[in-house]
């Protein structure tokens, strides 16, 4: 009887370890496809080649990756090489976003995308980006055909009361020469395994006595290309943090591509299953624990590490 616990215990070790790691063969097969990815990819990321022959390489490319993330255990391949291409792991590592981009002749970018789900099937979901299509700053419920695209920089988890999970995506679009967003919205997957972006207006905005003003489904921060702008989730605050932004004279205060930061900054804190407007995230007290993250303004990095994206 111990030894046949003995090898049942062995088995059970090598079956959970061949599910957490490659073999070398795997390995050699996914690094000689990644190499043949990383050519086409090369050929449409270079603002020095021409865009028709960065049309040609990105259609190449898309279902030769297709192909290999359909491959069995792909989804534990890390594909480092590939430097253009955004990879995020959901905080319990129930799927993969991959995103990329496509700088167009008039400065506008189109996005990719696909979603990999850790799953028996490793099911994938390609991303269409519609953002085109859309009216300015859309609210309603997208999903992954007519999605509004951008290159994703994180992802965070909550849950609600009913134990249904919610994915914080954080995202960045640039729109042309002169501006940029970066964009915030949640995901959610049913049991169907279908996928949905901001399918509830889970942000709430409080002014400052306390009184709800608006609900919304997704934040877009737009400004000027020249500016460095925030949004992420501040594991050490437990909120997500972003910079304030506004125009730098009346006379431009609809023109979002000028917005700059005024310094400030504000939040989101989830509570009750929603995500809760925090305008005041820092209280500037001096030399307090809420005070600005800028305690040494010659030293540019340190608001970096603090603010993250």
Request: aromatic residues 14%; glycine residues 4%.
């Amino acid at each position: 009887m111990k030894s046949f616990l003995s090898i049942l215990l062995v088995l059970i070790v090598s079956v959970s370890f061949s599910q957490e790691t490659l073999s070398s063969k795997e390995i050699k097969k996914f690094q000689k496809g990644e190499k043949v990815l990383r050519e086409y990819m090369l050929n449409f990321a270079y603002d020095t080649i021409p865009f028709e022959i960065k049309v040609k390489n990105i259609h190449d490319f898309i279902p030769r990756f297709v192909a290999l993330l359909k491959e069995k255990n792909s989804y534990l391949y890390p594909f480092n090489s590939l430097q253009y291409l955004s990879k995020i792991t959901a905080p319990d590592n129930a799927f993969k976003i991959f995103t990329w981009e496509l700088k167009e002749p008039l400065g506008t970018h189109r996005y990719y995308g696909a979603i990999q789900l850790n799953s028996k099937n490793l099911k994938i979901t390609p991303l269409f980006d519609y953002s085109d299509t859309m009216e300015y700053h859309p609210q309603k419920t997208l999903t992954p055909s007519n999605w509004y695209g951008c290159v994703y920089y994180n992802c965070t988890l909550t849950n609600d009361d009913q134990g249904n999970k919610k994915y914080t995506l954080f995202g960045l679009d640039k729109i042309d020469y002169v501006s940029n967003r970066k964009i915030m919205e949640v995901m959610t997957i049913n049991k169907e395994e279908k996928l949905f972006f901001g399918k509830e207006p889970l942000l709430l905005y409080y002014d400052t006595l306390g009184n709800l003003t608006k609900k919304e489904t997704r934040l877009f921060l737009q400004y000027n290309d020249r500016s460095v702008v925030h949004l992420n989730y501040n594991h050490a605050k437990q909120e997500i943090v972003y910079d304030h932004v506004t125009a730098p004279s009346e006379k431009e205060a609809d023109a979002g591509f000028t917005y700059v930061p005024d310094g400030t900054y504000e939040g989101f804190t989830w509570e009750k299953n929603y995500w809760k407007s925090d305008y005041r995230v820092f209280k500037y007290s001096i030399n307090k624990p809420d005070s600005p993250p800028m305690p040494h303004p010659q030293n540019s990095g340190s608001r970096k590490n603090i603010l993250g994206q």
